[in-house]
């Protein structure tokens, strides 16, 4: 028997689900990265240990990603199971769908998804072409993490834990979040 952890954080509403040989088991829901441990913890009373933890990397949240991977390290000591990440954009239903989401400082990021892989992105659409770009994808439906401008035409939602557990052909050993941009650093005068 072989029971898995999902943890999805990259967006304000974070879930997790439990899976015992690929079924699931248990869910929740959970509001910010500080509810994260309860919910671990509740999930924690439905089975005896985890042989495996799938996190997901984003795109997302800089704190979400990385609460729920250091989180997923955690659990990796705790249990000495196997660790895996998942990117977040494949934590829908909809396929095939574009997913974007706002990735501050005039962009969004968009994903392709079709047949359950990702198959262009994620990387980064300036705002100001984020129309032009999801009409040459059209009649596509776009999933949206965030509130989209211009009234784009967008399912807002959150991506879901369950979602990543049947997409093990794209896990991988890293569970280092997706990163499209660099940090935004102030850099304080010189002294």
């Not at 924690?44 to 949240?61: C, K, L, M």
Request: with cysteine; hydrophobic share 40%.
């Amino acid at each position: 028997m072989v029971t898995e952890l999902a943890i999805e954080n990259s967006t304000g509403r974070g879930s997790l689900a439990v899976a015992t040989d690929g079924c699931v088991v248990h869910t929740a829901s959970f509001e910010g990265s500080g509810q994260l441990a309860l919910a671990v913890a509740r999930a924690r009373r439905e089975v005896t240990a985890f042989d495996r933890v799938i996190v997901g990397t984003g795109p997302g949240s800089y704190t979400g990603l990385r609460v729920a991977a250091a989180t997923a390290l955690g659990l990796q000591v705790a249990f000495n199971c196997e660790l895996a990440g998942c990117p977040s954009v494949l934590g829908f239903a909809e396929d095939p769908c574009a997913v974007i989401g706002n990735a501050r400082r005039g962009n969004y990021f968009l994903a392709v998804i079709r047949a359950c892989r990702i198959v262009d992105g994620p990387r980064l659409v300036p705002t100001r072409d984020l129309r032009a770009t999801l009409d040459a994808l059209a009649p596509m439906p776009c999933i949206a993490t965030t509130p989209v401008p211009e009234n784009l035409p967008a399912l807002i939602c959150d991506p879901r834990a369950d979602r990543l557990l049947s997409h093990p052909s794209s896990w991988t050993a890293s569970v280092e979040p997706l990163y499209l941009k660099e940090p935004h650093i102030t850099v304080t005068g010189k002294e």
